[in-house]
């Protein structure tokens, strides 16, 4: 199943190219959805490339960052294997992220393609995989059921109330004494 | 004068009785988390028809729902053995998770994001979830530095034992996001019954 990049690249870009150009920017087909749905991030370490979705549809959208490049740094990103060409990464608002976005053009073929970017200083290279995939195990990798997320803490006693609670008995104890008291003397009850 | 000294500390005793034992009765169970009511459940069809385009994956970072003071980081989560949605650490009461294998929130698609209504401490981020209201807003940050805003449709309340995967987690073909938590009733010894769902799609980006 795995193809190298170098394999499938050239024979693939030029047609994948023209069937980009005549997709324009057409949004993804609605099969796209069983490969978001199947798609696995890949490892968020430091000095990779960080893929999303690390498995796509041919005409799907790809989002690519990396921390690898350093704060406020950029790079120059190319997916050309996939047949999508050069595409820049910016430096992004979230901790140092240089992010990056291209389209996988429509007739590219099913595979894992290398996608590289290099670090704008330091002249360091960072690659990630793409996984092109014709259809999708649809629904196979949603959720099933329930969630677990409580466990009725909330619903225990309410320790200010019951510290109130406790005072205003107190109060009320130490009003009855002093009344059964002055009675007891006789100061007129 | 004695007299009424003699009243007014007669007065405040039972006030204080009276206060002391309804506080001390009221403690308990005084922190069921709001539920839905049922018409939250109905989507209004001019909400409905409101929509933006699809924005390109990007992983969220945060989540904000200021009608309710939510606004928790995220964190990825995967499935549990069973094939349900694994869910953030209970320690932290202000965190929520998002379904990282599934669609980023703003990419077409169902994306699903999860967080505790509460832990053994009380109250946790989406306490509030069942009283938020159709029509409120939620922000979802971005990791490519843009915010995906999204109208809420509907919420409802969902019993485990008849959890409806299709409605909650089934692809959609346009953008939308669902933020769950626990709800229902609740037991001592099974806990929440169910879960508050809540569906919105999105309406905007900036």
Known sequence: MRRTARL?????????????????????????EGALAAARPSASATGTLEVYPSSVVPGGQVSVNTKACGQKASAAGDASAVGAGAFPLSPSTH??????????????????YEIVADCAEGGRRVKGDLI????????????RGSVKTGVGGALGTDPVKTA?????????AAGG????HRRARGDGI | MRRIGNSAIATVTVVAFCSGAWLLYSADASHAPPQPAAVEGRPDPGEERLMAPALPPSPPTRIRIPSIRVNAPLIGLGLTSSGSLDVPPAQDKNLAG??????TPGERGTAIVAGHVDNMQGPAVFYDLGALKKGATIDVDRRDGGVAVFTVDAIEVYEAKD???????????????????CGGGYSRSTGYQGNVVVFAHLTGNH
Do not use: H
């Open chain 1, 164 to 172: 109130a609670g406790v005072a205003a008995l107190a109060v009320a």
């Open chain 2, 98 to 103: 998002w379904y990282e294998s599934g669609t």
């Open chain 1, 95 to 112: 901790e140092g992220d240089a992010i990056g976005q291209f389209r996988v053009p429509e007739g590219a073929q099913p595979g894992t």
């Open chain 1, 177 to 180: 004494t002093w009344l059964l």
């Open chain 1, 8 to 32: 499938s690249a050239g024979a693939v870009t030029g047609a994948a190219l023209t069937a980009a150009a005549l997709s324009g920017l057409a949004a993804p087909a609605y099969g796209a």
């Open chain 1, 132 to 143: 092109v995939a014709l259809t999708s195990a649809q629904g196979q990798l949603q959720p």
């Open chain 2, 163 to 181: 959890f409806p995967d299709a409605k909650v987690y089934g692809a959609a073909p346009r953008p939308e996001l669902r933020v769950i938590t």
